[in-house]
């Protein structure tokens, strides 16, 4: 019990003392309770005494005999209701003695009953209540709060003290423990009003500057009930929602300003976010330029303030006071499990809702989708998520690592296939296409014209990471092929079951080999754009996706707590400031929203936190028949486990031992040493093995070639023999230059890394 409650009046009279008197006054009440009780259980286990019997029926007996003789007069009112009050705790107490007498030996209850009467006292303690006391403040208590008090009791009483109307103040919630601004609601007496009141009047019921303490209405409330706001050390958002109201007409709305003729139509205020409806005028598409209304607020981060429309008409403006994404937390096991809709939470939105992406669209099937975003936006935490959420959820996971595994280290070894640089990734897509066409014909004759999560079919996601290295590839050809498969699958995938990612530094056609179909298709899916290279977002492709009259500004590379601005008059440190990796807008459903990937420490060069996230059992894989076509496809799926190559001609030699080739199956060695068998045709492998053999001179080291034909000039040489007497030149600068030697018909390979010149 609160001591504003014990000092309620129960009574007509009543006697005001400092809080202290009040505080002790239930101290020793609260003692004496704690003291019977442990007479009441151990008075009764000790030998019986006649003294035991006659003083606990004395007291109760007296007591009711007190209580008839102060209330047998009806006329006295409220009086019996404190007469009554007073005798609880001697009537109650007897009982239980009396109770724990009568009944032969020891129960468990004889120690409970006694402890639960004196906590029940001690609460309720009804003698001091009774007793009619109010508190008085002294000077020195309004200006501390009495020791006793609390702050919210002192609040309260102090209200009490300086309005003496009847009016009450309750739900008095403090905004910070640190501060004293609170809200409370002011209640009037039944029947009544609250009264209007004065700022002056206001504050000085608080001793708060004036113009700090305000009364506003009770949403759903008649006015007999008032919200009551005191900000005497922090802004008052609602006034400053009140402020804005006028700055978006003059600096906003008016003729010649950021959005000319933009209404706003409501606000909302919150303790860290003020909201704003805005329309266009009837007949006008609504246009809000992210910058000019920054610049019209003196918002110098852009990140706070976040603008969503719905198209047409209508827009709303969420205006921060810091940025609302500088802390997430990390992601659990339960984010990445999809549920039945196909989604998993990968982040948080700007307004702290989920940020959802699905993996596959129970109406749809498997979806696509481009992640675009510089070195260091976050775009690896984001496929990392993504995929430990597939290997979670049983979907078959295939990645292709352009940058030759350097991008996703953390996903090697935890997905069905983990391709290294752009030639494996083209043989994979090579496999994905030609599992796509074998579930096509296999659709077809079953009669089916959509996917269904696995029926027969587990779901396919292929992650393309860094694929601007491969549809920008110097090498012709393999442009055209990756191009090729990679908007096949984006066209015919969906249906039966094949999705595809992509991840690349922006969406300019120049980062997709400037193939505006596979921009196009990838736009369709899931679209994440990340901190990016570009000043503006405008010429990257937006236009399809983004909601009519959404702008937005590219995310900076930090962000500060006070703005960008006051840290640079400051003189801080720009290390200083809270990296942006992971903020992005996802592009989804016709809507775009602000959010950040959950966080992820990076350790040694990996995330450990997103390791764990994957899981320890196995990845899930290919169907038997899907096997036997991604194999027949391109022999190397039968070893994608244990593939090591970093070039082209380690990857042809490859092909010599998977599977159905000669020699037999086993693990290539990357030096090249292995006497095992013959090189492979080049019929053997897609597209020709290794790509670059049409340009003899890509990529040559000069005077490289012309030394390792004087080196076979003595004889046939191994390619590790070679690469040591070459120790000036990279290993896999060797390995190309012998394989454009053989494409300009001066040197062979007739055993697997024996190289010898052609007329030996």
């Not at 935890?414 to 014909?441: I, N």
Request: charged residues 20%; glycine residues 10%; hydrophobic residues 40%.
């Amino acid at each position: 019990m609160s001591t504003i409650d014990q000092a309620a009046p129960a009574a007509d009279t009543t006697k005001r003392v400092p809080g202290h008197v009040i505080y002790r006054r239930v101290l020793a009440e609260r003692t004496s309770y704690a003291l019977a009780a442990a007479g009441m259980a151990v008075g009764p286990q000790l030998d019986d005494s006649a003294w035991s019997y006659l003083a606990s029926g004395g007291i109760g007996l007296g007591t009711l005999a007190w209580l008839y003789t102060k209330t047998k007069n009806p006329d006295q009112g409220l009086g019996v209701l404190t007469r009554a009050q007073r005798a609880i705790p001697f009537l109650t107490a007897a009982g239980t003695y009396v109770a724990n007498l009568i009944t032969p030996g020891f129960n468990w209850w004889e120690v409970v009953a006694p402890a639960a009467w004196a906590s029940l006292m001690g609460w309720m303690a009804p003698l001091t209540r009774s007793a009619g006391l109010v508190l008085e403040l002294s000077a020195h208590q309004n200006q501390t709060g009495g020791e006793p008090l609390t702050y919210t009791e002192f609040l309260a009483a102090k209200w009490q003290q300086a309005t003496g109307d009847g009016t009450r103040l309750v739900s008095i919630t403090p905004f910070r423990a640190d501060r004293p601004d609170f809200e409370a609601v002011v209640v009037a007496q039944a029947g009544k009003a609250v009264p209007t009141f004065t700022e002056v009047q206001l504050a000085a019921a608080f001793d708060f500057p004036v113009g700090t303490v305000k009364i506003r209405p009770v949403q759903g409330s008649g006015p007999g009930r008032m919200r009551l706001v005191a900000r005497p050390t922090t802004e008052d958002v609602e006034a400053v929602a009140e402020g804005i109201r006028g700055l978006w007409e003059t600096a906003v709305a008016a003729p010649g300003k950021a959005a000319p003729g933009v209404e706003l139509l409501d606000y909302r205020a919150e303790p860290h976010r003020i909201v704003l409806l805005v329309a266009s005028p009837p007949g006008k598409e609504i246009h809000l330029p992210h910058t000019a209304i920054c610049s019209a607020f003196g918002i110098d981060d852009p990140s706070r303030l976040v603008i969503e429309t719905d198209g047409i008409r209508q827009g709303v403006i969420s205006i921060y006071k810091t940025n609302p994404l500088m802390k997430v937390r990390k992601a659990t096991v339960d984010d990445l499990t999809m549920d039945v809709k196909g989604r998993i939470t990968i982040g948080i939105c700007h307004d702290g809702k989920p940020a959802r992406m699905r993996l596959w669209d129970p109406g749809q099937g498997a979806l696509r989708g481009i992640t675009a975003g510089v070195t260091g936006a976050g775009k690896s935490v984001l496929q990392n998520l993504i995929l430990a959420a597939e290997k979670r959820s049983g979907v078959v996971s295939w990645v292709g690592d352009v940058q030759g595994g350097m991008s996703l280290p953390e996903a090697e070894g935890r997905v069905d296939w983990f391709a290294k640089g752009p030639v494996e990734t083209l043989l994979m897509l090579s496999c994905a296409h030609a599992v796509m066409k074998y579930r096509e014909r296999i659709s077809n004759e079953m009669g089916r014209g959509d996917f269904a999560l696995g029926k027969p079919w587990p779901l396919i996601n292929i992650t393309l990471d860094e694929i601007n290295r491969l549809l920008s590839h110097p090498d012709e050809a393999m442009r055209k092929a990756a191009a090729h498969l990679i908007a096949d699958i984006q066209k015919t995938g969906r249906k039966v079951g094949i999705g595809i990612r992509l991840a690349v530094q922006s969406l300019h056609l120049k980062d997709l080999g400037d193939d505006d179909a596979i921009r196009q298709q990838g736009k369709v899916g899931a679209l994440f754009l990340m901190r990016t290279a570009s000043s503006s977002t405008k010429e990257m492709g937006l236009d399809g996706i983004a909601p009519a009259g959404f702008q937005m500004e590219n995310i900076p590379a930090r962000i500060y707590e006070n703005g960008q601005i006051e840290a640079l008059f400051s003189g801080a440190d720009d290390e200083d400031g809270e990296s942006t990796a992971g903020m992005a807008y996802m592009f989804l459903d016709g809507r775009a929203k602000f959010m950040r990937t959950f966080f992820a420490e990076k350790k040694d060069g990996v995330y450990p936190d997103l390791i764990a996230l994957y899981g320890d059992d196995p990845p899930t894989g290919l169907t038997e028949g899907e096997a036997k076509t991604a194999q027949a496809a391109a022999a190397i799926y039968g070893v994608r486990h244990t593939n090591p190559y970093a070039d082209c001609d380690t990857l042809a030699q490859a092909f010599s031992d998977a599977p159905g080739s000669a020699p037999t199956a086993g693990t290539p060695d990357p030096d090249g040493d292995d006497d095992s068998g013959e090189a492979p045709a080049a019929s053997e492998v897609p597209f020709g093995i290794p790509f670059g053999d049409s340009d003899p001179d890509l990529g040559e080291e000069p005077g490289l070639q012309d030394q390792i034909l004087d080196l076979l000039a003595d004889g046939p040489k191994q390619l590790k023999e070679l690469r040591a007497a070459l120790p000036d030149f990279q290993p896999s600068s060797v390995s190309n230059a012998c394989s454009q030697l053989k494409a300009k018909g001066l040197a062979i390979s007739r055993k697997r890394g024996l190289w010898q010149l052609t007329d030996n």
